[in-house]
Nanobody, 120 residues
């Protein structure tokens, strides 16, 4: 069974920075794409950044130039560096990973979420 555990959320003032981490653990064959999504109260969950196993990344327009996604394949960990934070970035941030199990089936996995609050 695969687990994704996020850390690094918290409260920060506008224009501040936070770094989120998400580590995958358990028995699996390989991790493919990893990413971060967020969900604000009353809104749908939205994907903010993703990164392939080879390091190619994509970002939502709302975070381009402010957020940077990276991963350490040796540690099965993905990071989200968030700079120039705005109050509208306030949300629960969820880690996501497409994982190939030891039986080679593909699974879509989510972490439990970590709260990010940006005060004005």
């Amino acid at each position: 069974q695969v687990q994704l555990v996020e850390s690094g959320g918290g409260v920060v003032q506008a224009d501040g920075s936070l770094r989120l981490s998400c580590a995958a653990s358990g028995m699996f064959f390989r991790i493919n794409a990893m990413g971060w999504a967020r969900q604000a109260p009353g809104k749908q969950r939205e994907l903010v950044a993703s990164i392939t196993s080879g390091g190619s990344s994509n970002y939502a327009d709302s975070v381009k130039g402010r957020f940077t996604i990276s991963r350490d394949n040796a540690k099965n960990t993905v990071y989200l560096q968030m700079n120039s934070l705005k109050p509208e970035d306030t949300a629960v941030y969820y880690c996501n990973a497409e994982i190939q199990t030891i039986s080679y089936s593909l699974t879509n996995n989510w972490g439990q979420g970590t709260q990010v609050t940006v005060s004005s």
